[in-house]
């Protein structure tokens, strides 16, 4: 990977930054120096503006110049260059400079007429080679000052860094990530990049282009549609894309390797007609064929494959007049699997693809589009087309005291919370000295705590660790009583995760409350005989109570969002004890923000479910069988893990609400023990392609979905392996049906499924619900 010092400085200050602290402190961050060049411009070469230019009287490939180099006067220059008669401002060797191949500029006559200095290209000036002929000057370099010496443009006499990267450092593939690493460990800010768009507009896109995705998606796909007239680079693109050795003859092609080395977002540009059909529109058809392959489709031909390649012929070059830019986001795993497995040839973006990418594809388009409107001549339509897809990002909990435990030196977490920000990591407290962190992206390589340790020892610098002497400590031995301590602390997070505030309180309650709410208690002769307080007079026999207390206190505190959850011990009758965890969820479901225009939806059973699951994970729901006054007749269930009830969710009663004087509030108390993990024996899994399938049918209203469930269950279809409902709907034609939409997804072991065997399975599919279920096609 190879960067300049003046790209970086774009993105972070490094003006008070020797190349000698900038060399040490790339190493000291793991981003290992190959080498580091500083370009030395000669002397007495100085910024010259051609004021004449003719051709030599004796000779054809000659021409006559008469250059303005500033107070030296006006200075006759003969040169053989083609492109001198277009230039204006060019580099100019005056008498007596030496060039960096020894070349002393000495007074000259060519074929009889007087030279008095040197028009000279770049790699005269020991810069990258650019193409052929002389090297012209433009404002990218800076202000154009006739007279001033070349070797003051910071942006010519740079400085070109090659770094070794580790495979794990995909983020670093970029000029921002680099930076971005670099202001972390400099204690610098980042500068923000800007784009005022200032590109003539167009219609909205809707009006040429659409984009219909097939499939379950795999990619981020952003597009935009411009016209182009005409398209140009500048001299600071040209000469660092040939530093960086990623200079081509195309000058969109540059453009586009530019954006993409400065963000290290994939960006590739097609040539709009590839997409028009015959109503000449543009239609784009991402299509997902299998895990981490996502075609391209226009015209029914595929013309590319999502962080792989693209075909020659769709590309758009310098000449294209209607440009479809795409911004490309891939996970890198994904990805590599899937070429490994399907042999895809790839092109040369996907090295970036594989090693890890950036996922912000706005970013990327406003870097190209701020290149394009300053450079070329575009017009943009306004709007984008855009395919997204619902990613979780990993979250790290990160403990100060664990991390100086794995380092082997005190770091204060204010420490440890100012490199996690500059990161890139979203943190919220979760205790004392804890944060759990949220890792972006574009870190596709952090995972677990040691990670989270190893990147804080590379900014602290692995010279500033404090040397002590090695300790062993055998940790105790594993039994069941930790891992239910662990599974109890994954719980915990999980909960966090999901927005839940843990709640601690007593394992004493008031038994009235209990009885008032059909909670049993325990007998009279086993109950406290000295309690702590009047009010808490028994063993709780549930948590609610005491999470509906806290929630009226937080009410009172003027919270509008109380999402709590407890995970402690509950008494039967005979003080038998047992574990419980309980979550309750009360008002807004998000903070007032500009997000929400101050008006966030509340809770509702379907938000809360999830954010169960995403605590204890998977399991069913059934009618509720639990009876107590704070269950809601109407919006309950039973949760089943394993076939077996373990606990409850229901709406808060409306009487409960108004006795706690709640807003719309959900429940939800599952036994402990049944959300233990379970050992899971290995299944194969298959190497032929599934297929997905709906059916329709229409059923009785009063027959509930796990009565349908249960036929589908009892199936003996080697094939079928899954089948949940996406659609319920009913209407007054329907009268007392209702029609039920079901997917299945089928699948073989040992071979491509053919029509005849899913036709097969779809149709004993609708037997056993005609028999069973009373069901008809709809």
Known sequence: MRVTRSWLNEFVSLADISNEKL???????????????????????????????????DADKLNVCTIDVGSGGARQIVCGAANVVNAEYVAVATIGAVLPNGLEIKPATLRGVESEGMVCSSTELGLPQMGDGIMMLDTSIGKLEVGRELNTYKRLADTIIELELTANRGDC??????????????????????YKKKEKVLLGIAREAEIHAQGEMDADLHYKLTTAEHISTSLLVELRLAMVEARSNDRLANLLAYATHTTGVILRAYDGVVFRNEN??????????????????????VLSVVGVSQKKETLADETSKELLLEASYIHPHTVVEAVADASLQTDDLYYKVSRGSNPDLVFGLSVLASLLNTLSDIACYEGSLTVEVAREHETVVVNAKEISSIIGMQIEIGKIVTILQ??????????????????????????????????????????????KPFVFTEKPRLNDTTEHYRFK????????????????????????????????????????VNPIVEELNTLRSTILINLLSAAKRNVSY?????????????????REQKEVITLLFSGQLEKESLKNAGKPKMIDFITFVQKLSAVIGTFDLLPCTHHNGLIHPYQSADIIIDNKVCGFVSKLHPSAQESFDLPVTFIA????????????????????????????????????????????????????KECFPIDIYGDE???????????????????????????????????SLQKECNAALR
């Open 558 to 574: 003027t919270k509008k969002s109380i999402p709590l959850f407890e995970i402690g011990a509950v008494f039967g009758s005979k």
């Open 733 to 767: 034609k329907l009268g007392e049906r209702k029609s039920l939409t079901i997917r299945c997804f089928i699948q073989s072991m040992d071979k491509t499924l053919e029509e005849g065997d899913i036709e097969f399975v779809m149709s004993s599919i609708m037997s």
């Open 23 to 57: 060399y040490e402190t790339l190493n000291a961050i793991g981003l290992e120096v190959g080498s580091l060049k500083q370009i030395e411009l000669p002397s007495g070469v100085l910024v010259g503006k051609i004021l004449a230019c003719e051709k030599h009287p």
């Open 489 to 528: 602390k994954v719980l915990k997070n999980r909960a966090v995760g999901v927005s839940f505030y843990e709640n601690v309180s007593y394992v004493f309650t008031q038994r009235e409350m209990l009885e008032c709410y059909g909670f049993p208690a325990v007998k009279a002769e086993l109950d406290l």
């Open 422 to 467: 500059k990161m890139g990591c979203s943190l919220s407290a979760v205790g004392q000295d804890v944060v759990a962190a949220r890792i972006p992206a574009f870190r596709h390589d952090i995972k677990h705590i040691q990670d989270i340790a190893e990147e804080i020892v590379r900014i602290i610098g692995i010279n500033n660790i404090t040397a």
């Open 173 to 194: 593939l970029s000029i921002h990530g680099v930076a971005r690493d670099l202001s972390v460990a400099l204690e610098l800010d980042m500068k923000p990049f800007e």
């Open 669 to 720: 108390e599952v036994d402990f023990e049944a959300c233990l993990p379970k050992h899971i024996n290995a299944k194969p899994i298959s190497n032929f392609q599934g297929v997905y399938k709906d059916l329709s049918v229409v059923i009785n209203k009063d027959l509930g979905y796990h009565e349908v469930a249960k036929v589908l269950n009892g199936l003996a279809l080697p094939t079928l």
């Open 280 to 301: 000449n529109k543009i239609v784009v058809r991402p299509t997902s064929k299998t895990k981490g392959v996502v075609e391209i489709v226009g015209n029914n031909e």
